[in-house]
């Protein structure tokens, strides 16, 4: 995007703006072509852009085991077997340490959101003007939009709605696994006479409750305040390159400096929501007496 034609906060602006889809206050279908467009659709909205590039990062993931799967050997193993594998171990190793019941489905389910989420995360570290830059000449000479009008924003895991889901998923894992586990009784029992036990259920309903609804709410927002925080500090680098050779100079090493960095929080980050989604099954799994 040329900073010529526009000003700081513009360009922030489009930064931060995703591709949605939905429907316009005429009861037209389409995409959005400002943020305030894309306040107008509603909840129904759909970013494109958080929905094709989480698929298709998904569908990369599965690529790559099933690859690696179908070649492995018990040979000398490839250095890509080797990488696969050592990232299996590390999952396998923090499920043994986290988890205490029986259940095959949770180490795969940490392999998924561990390289998931890290692949979504490390789309941060592409160049921060690069694929909206793509979108934009995309938008402009295939389809005849105005460039302007043209957002993509690469990184899915600043946007909450990306966010939100995922932890809304694992919310509804733990729903289902305490009351699978523990019963009806059990869990209501949990949420209403615990820590005070019976004389105190309004006041355990209401700790226990709120315990329960934060772990969603926290799963959320901490990937997606952490990734769009670094995303924020990218743009506002690049915004250095057009204020003069100096400036452009130094930004350029913040810029280095700050992507060094950010691999070891995109990472960190992928580990924590995985970590937290273990033990949250955890304790879906623990029965209390």
């Not at 931060?16 to 509603?42: C, I, K, R």
């Not at 998923?169 to 019976?198: D, R």
């Not at 799963?219 to 050779?245: P, Q, W």
């Amino acid at each position: 995007m040329a900073s010529e034609t526009i000003t700081s906060s513009e360009y922030i602006k489009h930064h931060l703006q995703n591709l949605t889809f939905g429907q316009h206050a005429d009861g037209t279908w389409g995409v959005a072509h400002s943020a305030e467009e894309a306040a107008e659709m509603g909840f129904w909205a759909i970013n494109l852009d958080t929905i094709g590039v989480s698929v298709f990062l998904g569908i990369l993931m599965m690529w790559f085991f099933r690859s690696v799967a179908k070649k492995a050997s018990a040979g000398i193993p490839t250095g890509t077997q080797n990488f696969a594998e050592w990232i299996m171990e590390f999952i396998d190793d923090n499920v043994r340490g986290s988890f205490s019941g029986r259940n095959p489905l949770i180490a795969p389910l940490a392999l998924t959101i561990f390289v998931w989420v890290f692949l979504m995360n490390l789309m941060d570290l592409i160049a921060i003007d690069f694929i909206p830059q793509l979108a934009m000449l995309f938008g402009e000479h295939v389809l005849g939009a105005d460039p302007h009008h043209v957002f993509f924003k690469v990184v899915p895991t600043t946007d909450p709605n990306a966010t939100f889901g995922m932890a809304f998923t694992v919310f509804a894992m733990v729903l289902y696994y305490s009351i699978k586990v523990k019963g009806w009784g059990g869990f209501a029992g949990e949420l209403t006479l615990q820590p005070f036990g019976k004389w105190g259920m309004p006041v355990n309903l209401v700790l226990e409750g709120i315990s329960l609804i934060s772990k969603p709410i926290s799963l959320a927002l901490r990937l997606f305040g952490n990734m769009y925080a670094g995303e924020m500090i990218f743009i506002l680098i690049a915004l250095m390159y057009g204020a003069g050779l100096v400036l452009a100079g130094f930004g350029g090493l913040l810029q280095i400096g700050w992507a060094i960095f950010h691999i070891l929080i995109i990472t960190l980050q992928a580990f924590i929501f995985m970590v937290l989604t273990i033990v949250y099954l955890d304790m879906a799994h623990q029965e209390h007496h």
